[in-house]
């Protein structure tokens, strides 16, 4: 099932600097929790189609416009951030 | 807006007298003075130029740009707001522990956990700290806490309150409700805050979705009574009460009927993939850019990795991290999407019921409000509290939670009602038979 490697790995997708010490418990409480999840394998789901908004949804359209009140950056419009080298 | 039957200033005096101890407030705003009905907020629903924080320590200096649509909503009809409640940190967890800030103690023995992730609301109402509160449920966070606390509580149905201006945990799932401390003022209050919204897009016109009960049929209700709600795993007390509630009812008015809601015993599982996946998504955006805690690094990736790490707590974090996990290139498929799928067989246990009953009965917790600490050690424990809450935000619909009764030691118990989408009014008036049944 899960690796520590995977969980070094998903420290960097999700972009938190986990220590040793966090790595090692999530570690087993993702154990933990999968080993529940896993009884979803039982249910017969081959003709089912994902179901992602329970009352169904559709398109709803604004104009191309910031919002009300919208006060803007210190910049501006832009967003001045550290170096993305590196 | 003739809700409850407390001043502000009477409110105000029972915060002095007692929120040191119970810690049910993160601010407090009013001093005694002005007119309007006290409202408490929970502190991921945004009040224009206040501190939103989300119980973390990622926005603990976050003002509020904006107002959410509800809260301009209560303000257009009269409320004036109380202060904001402390909850479990964007809204994950069943205790309100996981508050970066401490945690609510629940008022009738501050021994133990109000409930979460509203708990904080929860509290205020039962303490009457406030005429009614505010909350969010995602997988339970407005009903576990109000029936801890013995208040009432409603989880809208999806769509039906505008989650604009809610801190979003799982976007789904979320919604924003009442908890009061009767049926009829959280009426009064959904009728407030209802309703489409242009920013919220996933709002739903209730008029454009007749799925109207053919329910009231010879003027009976029935009330359908799922087998795997009632099984193993509940502390006796709360079953005793529930099954002595359900018996009580005017059987002139309420027919019981046994039904099976097959999938019921997937509907955790689901909901464990389900909501950390949209967790993960939605809290990418505290990066320490745009708002809130900002690490002071050299390189970017720094700035993110350490402002998440300093910022978030750990449910927190685990949460992302299982939610990154199922999203996952080669998981994907294996956990998220065959979640969904499962996700549809759940609602469609619903449509199925709902042909034969009007409206669905459970205990909304298995145990009453266990003591703080109890179940801090072991996540899953802890997510095993929600059992009977997830089901009705995968289907989507309604549920209210109403006081039931007692346990010997004094704990409140909460009696759970389940609606057909859009049928909060079916709620309401089961809800308010319950509340007619019990001692004033």
Known sequence: ?86 | MGVGNLTAKECFENIKKSDDALHAFLDVYYDGEGKGTPIAVKDNILIEGKRATAASKMLAEYVAPYDATVIKKLRGAGAIFVGKTNMDEFAMGSSTENSAFGPTRNPHDRGRVPGGSSGGSAAAVAAGMCAAALGSDTGGSIRQPAAFCGVVGLKPTYGAVSRNGLIAMASSLDQIGPITKTVEDAKIIFDIIKGTDPLDSTTVDAKAFSIRSSGVRNNTLRVGVPEEYFGDGIDPEVKQAVERTLHCLDPKRYTLKPITLPHTKYALACYYIIMPAEVSANLARYDGIRYGYSAKEDTLFDVYTKSRDRGFGNEVKRRIILGAYVLSAGYYDAYYIKAQRVRALIKQDFEDAFKEVDVIVSPTTPTPAFKIGEKTGDPLQMYLSDVFTVPANLAGIPAISVPCGKTKSGLPIGIQFMGKWFEEETLFEVGEAIAQLLPA
Not at chain 1, 10 to 16: F, Q
Not at chain 1, 33 to 46: I, M, N
């Open chain 1, 1 to 86: 099932m899960i690796s520590k490697e995977d969980i070094d790995h998903l420290a960097v997708l999700a972009r938190i600097d986990l220590s040793e010490t966090e790595k090692k418990r999530f570690f087993k409480d993702l154990e933990e929790v999968l080993g529940y999840v896993e009884k979803l394998r039982e249910v017969e789901t081959e003709h089912v189609e994902p179901l992602a908004n329970a009352v169904g949804s559709y398109n709803v359209m604004r104009e191309d416009e910031p919002p009300q009140g919208y006060k803007g950056t210190p910049e501006g419009v832009h967003v001045k951030v550290r170096s993305v080298w590196g």
